[in-house]
């Protein structure tokens, strides 16, 4: 079993920064990408950014290119999300994902974390 916990969520004003970590643990052989995906009221879920491990390749939204970065911490098994120069249509549930290898597992595994709000407003 897996679990990803995020925190780091919370109210900014506009122009603020924000930076936001999911911790995975478990039975975790190894990781093979994590990425922040966000929800804001009335609307899909949408990918922020994605971190593959080993190469440390990133892709981001256009709409955060420039302003947000995410980072990994191999040893800690964490994700980081740096969120910066915050706007109002930031404003939304973050969640963590990732793509996890298990031990003795031949197939990779996609787990979510729980959500943390983050709130952009003055």
């Known amino acids: 079993q897996v679990q990803l916990v995020e925190s780091g969520g919370g109210l900014v004003q506009p122009g603020g920064s924000l930076r936001l970590s999911c911790a995975a643990s478990?039975?975790?052989?190894?990781?093979?990408?994590m990425s922040w995906y966000r929800q804001a009221p009335g609307k899909q879920r949408e990918l922020v950014a994605t971190?593959?491990?080993?190469?440390?390749?990133?892709n981001y939204a256009e709409s955060v290119k420039g302003r947000f970065t995410i980072s990994r911490d191999t040893a800690k098994n964490t994700v980081y999300l740096q969120m910066n120069s915050l706007k109002p249509e930031d404003t939304a549930v973050y969640y963590c994902?990732?793509?996890?290898?298990?031990?003795?597992?031949?197939?990779?595994?996609?787990?979510w974390g729980q959500g943390t709000q983050v709130t952009v407003s003055s």
């Open positions: 971190i593959v491990t080993g190469g440390e390749t990133t």
């Open positions: 994902n990732a793509w996890i290898r298990a031990p003795l597992v031949i197939h990779d595994s996609n787990f």
């Open positions: 478990g039975s975790i052989l190894r990781i093979v990408t």
